[in-house]
Nanobody, 121 residues
Framework: QVQLVESGGGSVQAGGSLRLSCAVSGYRGWMGWFRQAPGKEREGVAVIDTRGTTTNYADSVKGRFTISQDNAKNTVYLQMNSLKPEDTAMYYC?????????????????WGQGTQVTVSS
């Protein structure tokens, strides 16, 4: 059974940084980070392959966010720098059983409960 547990969210001022973690059990494969703000659709942020050699990012976060993984710790990270108020959302990690770096939520099979990120101006 796949279990995903996010942590690391919080409140930060614009320009600040946060690192989100996703503890993974019962699975090793493609992993993604998504976010959802109130009243908006869930948006793909970043995806990484099993070996950490292939990544893909949403245009809105390129150059500011970095996805990585530590297979020894079974943890996927999202380093978020230069945060903006529009980055405010609930952030979710998700497991993708099929290969491929798409950032569509319907392509992902298992989800965590989310961690809130709030960026103030």
């Amino acid at each position: 059974q796949v279990q995903l547990v996010e942590s690391g969210g919080g409140s930060v001022q614009a320009g600040g940084s946060l690192r989100l973690s996703c503890a993974v059990s019962g699975y090793r494969g493609w992993m993604g980070w998504f976010r959802q703000a109130p009243g908006k659709e869930r948006e793909g942020v970043a995806v990484i392959d099993t070996r950490g050699t292939t990544t893909n990012y949403a245009d809105s976060v390129k150059g500011r966010f970095t996805i990585s993984q530590d297979n020894a710790k079974n943890t996927v990270y999202l380093q978020m720098n230069s945060l903006k108020p529009e980055d405010t959302a609930m952030y979710y990690c998700a497991a993708k059983f099929a290969r491929g770096y798409v950032l569509r939520a319907d392509a992902y099979n298992s989800w965590g409960q989310g961690t809130q990120v709030t960026v103030s101006s």
